[in-house]
């Protein structure tokens, strides 16, 4: 029997599954550190990690050479440096397709809550500090009729246009120089210069992978050229956003407001998103419901038969 590390808590059905194929160890890279971590392995086949994990360069070159597999419970994959296993001759793997709407579902609750002004809401209830409807109390704004600007031409991002066309928002999107076939089908209006596609975007939305290209993408410069008071969304990556510039903007009330799901350097995130009236903020949860995470489970294991098996 195949052993394999798991190096987070995985859903109990998940690792269930999991040590009915394989002979599993629970070691967490995270708690232990490298060095320690590297010691109590052993000569492991595979390695099933998760974001977080600190599996780059230095950690991956004193890997025993066992170790085959990196197997990601995740769609992305900044967390393992791509470079360094290839070199070692490691197979990577990821769960991709199986979260698009779960993560789509949380899109549009960001888009809700921000333009709504869930947060502020939230806390005067939770503060207790309602003192019952009042004519001026927590305004937010309509969703109907905002101009939603989609950057980034992909599954989820498709999934988030057809939730949102359904509150009435106008999409358009912006995807490089190319076209999507599928956004066009259902309506989604296409933007090829990036200042045009910014200045109509009343709510962006972030769907792009982290890249030398899209890393701070959202800096002053970019959030001078949308309209006033646009609110920002982000279920992508935490480093597509300069926090500093962000919460600046969200101070001034160039922003109106944020809604996020991911954050540089989280779980330790910028503690000025916990105090601000305007930023509607979630702990990474795009992805997290009981029957994604069940089907990403399955996608983890199928990945880890085959790399293994060689197929």
Known sequence: MKHVIVTQDLP?????????????????????GPEAFLKQIGEPDALIVSPG????????????????????????????????????GITVTNTPDVLTDATADVALLLILGALRGAAEAFRMISEDRWTGWQPAQVFGRDVTGKRLGIY???RIGLAT??????????????????????????????????DAFLSRCDVLSLHCPSTPT??????????????????LINTGRGDLVVDGDVIAALKSCRLGAVGLDVFNGE??????????????VLPHIGSATEETRLAMGKVLLANLHDALSGT
């Open 12 to 32: 109990a059905d998940v690792l269930q599954a999991t040590a009915a194929r394989f002979q599993v160890s629970q070691i967490s890279l995270k708690a232990l």
């Open 53 to 88: 994990d600190p599996v780059n360069a230095a950690l991956i070159a004193e890997l025993p050479e066992s170790v085959r597999v990196i197997s990601s419970y995740s769609v992305g994959l900044d967390h393992v440096d791509l470079a360094a296993a290839e070199a070692r």
């Open 152 to 154: 980034g031409a992909g």
């Open 161 to 194: 246009v057809k939730r949102a066309q359904a509150f009435g928002m106008p999409v358009h999107y912006w995807s490089g120089r190319s076209r999507s076939a599928d956004f066009d089908a259902i309506g989604a209006e296409p933007v090829s210069d990036m």
């Open 214 to 231: 899209t890393r701070g993408l959202v800096n002053a410069a970019l959030i001078e050229k949308l309209p006033p008071r646009a609110v």
């Open 267 to 280: 779980p330790d995130i910028d503690p000025r998103y916990r105090t601000l009236s305007n930023a509607f």
